[in-house]
Structures are given as structure tokens and as C-alpha cells.
């Protein structure tokens, strides 16, 4: 984590990388195409129903041993209302973003919404696909249940007996820091691009909270992650089977 490596880096969930998001439309009338079922990939919707949003590369790299075949597989469910693909469009190029479909809500037995993704803005939905790939992470090691939760929370997450809001900051720590006191999370995790944004948060933070950074989370495996908490204002790294949050869980691992 040292100052020249967090500069350098640009998030792939980062504002400075999207400018906006295209939407597909939905036809209320269209249900997709029913003998498609046999298509569906269940983690793939399990995953959707709870978390909203997810890119394809996010898709490809935790739910298929085959990238080429992955591909194919989230393509055709896009094209038969399993799925919906949606577009991030960013100064790189555009990104594929996917949500449930209509037969996906079917299959899920939640009610079919259409167009409901449009009341997200492109900061909101950057924060869901960051708590994705934290809920990802925790979940390839610890049982782990996700629950929704009110702005500026993203969610909450319990495992090992314990429940602990999930926070992301999208260049907004000055809109958080002025309601975060009305939240009613006993435990924070906080998922930031730049440790400053975390010291900022945490001056006026008073329930635990461990940082972890958006370089870590993305960039490495969820085991090899370092996570920080401030004592007295100092910076404190710590492993993830560390003193702190690993005691609390260890008692569910498998």
C-alpha cells in the first residue's frame, strides 16, 4: 500500500472511469423466451437477485472456469431475457453491465419490474458492483448472508454471528460523513480508493471500522487482501486472519 502505487492506481470501479451508463429498455409485455430456461445459470441469478449489478468481466472471472464459454453463456442469456446487458460507457471504451431480465425474476420468484435499473445513478451502481466483489470475496471463505440497507450504507453482511455494514466511497466521503451518524450499523467495513478518504471518514467514526482499499480488492486474491483500521490516528494494516475481523468469523469457517 505504499503512496506511489495507491496514486498510480485507477480503480476499474472508479468515476474517473465511466461517464455513463446506457440503458436497455424493457417492453412491461415481453417475458422473455420460456424454453430458454434450461440456459439459466443459477449462482449467476442468485448472485443478480441480491447484488443488482454485475459487469461481464466480473461475471467471467468468479462464476466460470472458462472465460470463452462464460462468455457465451451470459451472452445467450442476455439475448433470452435471463439477463438484461446494459452498457458503462467509460473513456476506455464501453463496458457490459448485466441485471436480471424478466424470466431471471422468474426464476429467482421475485416480481418482473421493467426498467426498474433506472432509477440508478452511475455512482450508485458503481457502488453496487464494489460490494459485489467484497461480498464475493468474504463468501470464497466464510459463510456470508447479504441484506440490504439504506443510503449511504450499500449493505450488510453477517458472518461468523456478526453483522457489519458495507460503506463505498465513490468521491462522496463529505455527503457520507454528514449521515453516517444516522446509521445504524454496530460494525463498518469501508471500501475506498485512496487512504485519505478513509482518515477523513474515520475523524468523526465512532463504532469500529476496517478499511479496505479498492487496489486490494480487485487486484489481488480476497486471501492475500490487506485490510486497516486508525488507533489514535495511526494507520494499523492488518491480514484478514488477523487479530480483528478474522476472530470474530473463524468460528464459521468450513
Known sequence: MAADSVREYISPYSSRMFQDIAW????????????????????VLEYLKDLKFATRSQLLRHFYASKENGRKHVERMARTGILLRHSLAGRAGDTALYTLGPLGFELVRKRWIPNWWRSFSLIDVLKHLVTGELYLGFASIWPCTHAEADWPLTAFFTFGGMEYG??????????VRRQIITSTAMRLIV???RVGDAARLNAILDVPARFILDQELVAKQFLQCVMFRFEDGTLVPEGLFSDGISDVAAASRP
Request: charged share 25%.
Open 24 to 43: 436497455q429498455g424493457a417492453t412491461p409485455g415481453w417475458l422473455g423466451i420460456y424454453r430458454a430456461v434450461e440456459w439459466a445459470d443459477p449462482p
Open 191 to 193: 471500501v475506498v480508493e
Open 166 to 175: 458495507i460503506l463505498v466511497l465513490r468521491d462522496d466521503v463529505e455527503q
